[in-house]
């Protein structure tokens, strides 16, 4: 069982659509992040956060937008999404954000298919 | 900037031979290293990673891996391959520079285990 867990697994959504991925962390960490998988490419890092506060956003379109409400969640916002989209959405958490040899813990992610 | 260069996006190996995953790096200050893995389905899970001392870590399943500063190398092995070894596994590099740590991740070797 994973510290760190992700909802929905699966998501199908329409172009038009709004939807919101959600993380929660139970490792009492600072730092949380939302990663991009998609095939044949290496992980893209889109956003960090460190005590509730956004520290790194990589070029990451308008229709993705973060939320970190506390230390323990973490929401990825949905909207207007594009086919290339499509991909699975990797939620992780650290001890801290710079501190280093941080070790990085991944939820299982959610799998999102934009149709 | 740092980078991290994984040779073979796939790898085939017979049950009970020997695992080797090959993973270069380049840094321009000393590197942490990490090998992360990616069952089916899952998240990612680290598995071993190297930040000082020891040049030779030991992580979960009886993998392993070498920091090699002369050959920019940090390549995984394991002395006989296990059915349940299948999965994708991602080498990645960690520096920390004026105080912030960016972790980079190669594009992953699917390990394939034959009967």
């Known amino acids: 069982e994973t510290g760190v867990t992700q909802t929905p697994r699966h998501l199908v959504m329409g172009m038009t659509n709004k939807k919101s991925l959600k993380c929660e962390q139970h490792?009492?960490?600072?730092?949380m992040y939302w990663y991009k998988q998609s095939a044949k490419k290496p992980l893209e890092l889109m956003f960090v956060?460190?005590?509730?506060?956004?520290?790194e956003n990589n070029s990451v379109p308008s229709r993705f937008s973060p939320e970190c409400p506390n230390s323990s969640h973490l929401f990825l916002h949905l909207h207007t999404l594009q086919p290339e989209d499509s991909a699975l959405y990797l939620c992780a958490s650290s001890q801290e954000v710079a501190n280093s040899g941080n070790t990085i813990y991944f939820g299982e992610g959610s799998w999102l298919t934009v149709v | 900037a740092q980078s991290v260069t994984q040779l073979g996006s796939h790898v085939s190996v017979s049950e009970g031979a020997l695992v080797l995953l090959r993973c270069n790096y380049s840094s321009s200050v000393p590197p942490y290293l990490f090998w992360y893995v990616q069952y089916p389905n899952q998240g990612l899970q680290l598995l071993l990673k190297y930040t000082t001392g020891a040049t030779l870590v030991k992580g979960i399943n009886g993998f392993e891996a070498e920091f090699k500063k002369s050959e920019t190398s940090f390549h995984l092995t394991k002395p006989s391959a296990h059915m349940s070894d299948a999965a994708e596994y991602f080498c990645a590099v960690s520096v920390v520079n004026f105080g912030n740590e960016k972790l980079t991740f190669g594009t992953g070797t699917r390990l394939t285990i034959i009967p």
């Open positions: 956060y460190s005590l509730e506060e956004r520290v």
């Open positions: 490792l009492g960490h600072n730092a």
